[in-house]
């Protein structure tokens, strides 16, 4: 019996935003395929027709219908499974959580063309920007305001939502290039490393044999 939903990512070394739509779909606990299509490939460009209008990953097909982009497919699965609590509870902090989640997805250009996500890496030296460092900066007081709202450990808002899967790609990064700083940073990157799924992903990464060039800095 075919499942539910399939997922339609690409490398998981690389593609942050595949990342971005697999952990709230694994947080719903609902069963689903995973279509991997390899990036920058002759396999790619001759297969991501099928799925994606934009010829982009990740799409999210659930039956007939088809979601693509990330946020699109969050903001779907919150409505389908309320039971998750993919937002926060507290409308306030529900609204400053798709605050930051927008801004992030449609910002921090310098951080993302200067530290690419790459699962594999450790230890990279990069000299950011002063563009590349300010995203970094904001990312910072993005968790200043989440832990404002709601102090402790783990989670940004005491359990697993879609801002957490938002932020967890660039929190990668910082484990990738060494960004973690603050105590913060270090505690939230601590979390997001013991969490069973991101180690799941990280594990399978591993594993891909595909290289990149332009992503491998």
């Known amino acids: 019996m075919p499942k539910p939903f399939t997922l339609v990512i690409g490398n998981r070394n690389y593609s942050s935003w595949s990342l971005r739509a697999w952990l709230p779909l694994r947080k719903t606990g609902v069963d689903f395929d995973v279509v991997r299509i390899p990036m920058d490939t002759d396999e790619f460009q001759q297969r991501i027709g099928e799925y994606s209008p934009t010829r982009r990953v990740p799409v999210l097909q659930a039956g007939d219908l088809t979601i693509w982009d990330s946020l699109a497919i969050s903001e779907y699965l919150a409505e389908q499974f309320s039971e998750a609590r993919l937002w926060p509870d507290n409308p306030s902090h529900r609204a400053i959580a798709r605050s930051i989640s927008a801004e992030m997805h449609s910002g921090l250009m310098a951080m993302r063309d200067e530290f690419p996500m790459s699962c594999r890496a450790r230890d990279r030296q990069v000299q950011g920007s002063p563009q590349a460092m300010q995203d ?26 879609i801002i957490d899967s938002m932020l967890i790609p660039v929190l990668l990064r910082f484990h990738t290039y060494g960004l973690a700083k603050s105590d913060l940073a270090k505690e939230y990157l601590e979390w997001v490393l013991a969490d069973a799924d991101v180690r799941e992903w990280m594990e399978l990464a591993e594993k891909e044999t595909e290289v990149i060039e332009h992503e491998e800095r």
């Open 136 to 161: 970094l900066a904001r990312v910072e007081q993005w968790l200043e305001v989440c832990r404002g709202l709601k102090p402790g450990n783990g989670a940004l808002f005491g359990h697993f939502t």
